[in-house]
């Protein structure tokens, strides 16, 4: 029996007047990536980060590897973050005092296909290169639990297939629970195992993906999701 890694039960979020999540309940199994997709506030990027710990659900429980631990999470956001006077070995290795950190942070430069960089400064990557870094220091804790909050909003098209290969391999290689937050539908159906619509602050639809896809079926994913998103009459406007 497959373990499961994230439960979010019955989960409510209120600002105030506003209602943020309403309701909300999701497993998510060990190693599992999962996508949360959905117009713009419908309660994606709140449920992620009340399953980070950034924030608290004002009812409900969010539970990590069976407790309440975060521990084991760590986060990559759309902007780098990376601090622009150190170098990209010490950006990964910046506030450890292990005498294996630096030869640790190596060996993760080498699984982002960055090993020869690690003396360059921020100035001097390009943006997927500095969110190829991101990811390597979201690594260095070890994580069992990796949230992608919009992380390749700013790319290029080609980067951004290239960044989604990456992860897609970086991930399988550590066993990694994933959970993505994108706009792109498209993103969502090429790289997650399931796809979870939010809509009016709850988890409205789910589509699970097919396990090896190709192009023709990315896209019929990605219509149909798009459909439960947008409703079936506007998305057939849209893809028209």
Known sequence: MTEEM???KNVNKMYQDLTALQNVSLDIKKGEFIALVGMSGGGKSTLLRLIAGLEKPTTGS??????????IMRMMFQEDRL???MNVLDNLSFGSKDKNTKAHAQELLELV????YADHFPNQLSGGQKQRVALARALMTNPEVLLL???????????????QDLILSVC???????ILVTHDVEEAARMADRIVVMKNSTNYYEETCPKKRNAGQIGIV?????????GEKEAQMQTA
């Open 172 to 178: 399988e290689k550590q066993n990694l629970t994933t």
């Open 149 to 163: 909050d919009e992380p390749l909003g700013a790319l290029d098209a080609l980067t951004r297939r290239k960044m």
């Open 113 to 116: 296909e960055l090993g020869d």
């Open 83 to 85: 601090l622009p006077w």
């Open 6 to 8: 994230i439960q979010v």
């Open 222 to 230: 990605a219509d149909r999701v798009l459909g439960e998103i947008l």
């Open 62 to 71: 969010i539970k990590v590897n069976g407790d309440n631990s975060k521990s």
